[in-house]
């Protein structure tokens, strides 16, 4: 695919803005631990990989274009699939959710050395800007997770121009983010991820516990279940101890976009009405775990207020939906 059209590719997106070369020179060993927005160009065929809509679709050839710290571009081969369950029917998204596998021997020397398959989360619907919006809250979604938890999936916010090799499609520059592989995670503390037919709260760690469940009634989402193995994965240590990680948070009232609803189970009927879906506790169980988010709540509101990508009445909603958490925590009739 190298060639004359990736050489226009690269200097039409630099023209016209829609990468910035600066914004991609990265040179962290560990793709996660540099949290400024990462811009790179997915050149596949889009016409494709647009109608694969079906669970077992085939992975797509692409390659991947970022710019090294000498501004020369760099191209890395990679298979694209679509994947997921709501967001992957076209009646309700235009734009289906990616993973991107990575060829090992491919990635030495680059940005992604060390990675494997990545997660990739888009944008839904390429034509209504707010779409985009939605990203930017989901992805700080996971940067709060990571702030209150030791363990968590890791995410890094990106640009993408999504190119088509039969240029058939105009290029299309929309935000999404990475997330990181589960097996990765579970390497990060020296454990390994497992399947559980169902799930006790007597397996995990109390105080841990009572964070996720707690962090999920914060962002106001009711889209997850530890029993049912809803879009949370468990990791265990070698003594056999369980940790709860959740993902996937655009069901939240945090993020809130016009498809989210409750759960089907679940006695609201707005996705921004809180519901508390964790394991019942003592009170003095929770006011340790409330006072664990009353400590972090400066580093998490300035998470929203220092997010470029994130608009200036998305984030004023969002910390006015965060106050209505804090002034229930904090107050000991409403907590």
Known sequence: MRGVVLQLIVVSALSAGLVTASRAQRTAPDFFADRSTFEFILY???????????????????????????STPIWIPVEVKTRGLYRLREDNCDF??????????????????GQNKLKLVTHCRTDDPEFQQYVVLEYLAYRVYEILATKSFRATLVKVMYADVAEEYE???R??????????????FGMKEVDLDGFHGLLADDFELGVHDVFQYMIGNTDWSTILSHNVKFLQDPEGNI????????????????????????????????FYMGVCRMTDHLTAVF??????????YQLYRNEAALGAEQRDRLLAYYDEFYETITDDRLA
């Open 291 to 300: 006072q664990h988010f009353v400590e972090h709540k400066d580093a998490i």
């Open 175 to 188: 935000y999404g983010f990475l997330v990181e592989d589960v097996d990765d995670l579970a390497a990060r």
């Open 96 to 113: 289906p959710p990616l993973r991107l596998d990575f060829p090992a021997r491919e990635l030495r020397g680059t940005i992604f050395d």
């Open 243 to 274: 940790t709860v990680v959740p993902f996937d948070f655009d069901w939240s009232g945090a993020v809130a976009p016009p498809y989210a609803k409750p759960a089907p189970d679940v006695p609201t009927d707005d996705v921004r009405e809180r």
């Open 44 to 70: 596949t065929d889009l016409g494709a990989l647009l109608a694969d809509r079906s669970l077992d679709s085939p992975e797509r050839p692409g390659e991947v274009g970022y710019w090294a710290s000498d």
């Open 171 to 173: 290029p299309i520059n």
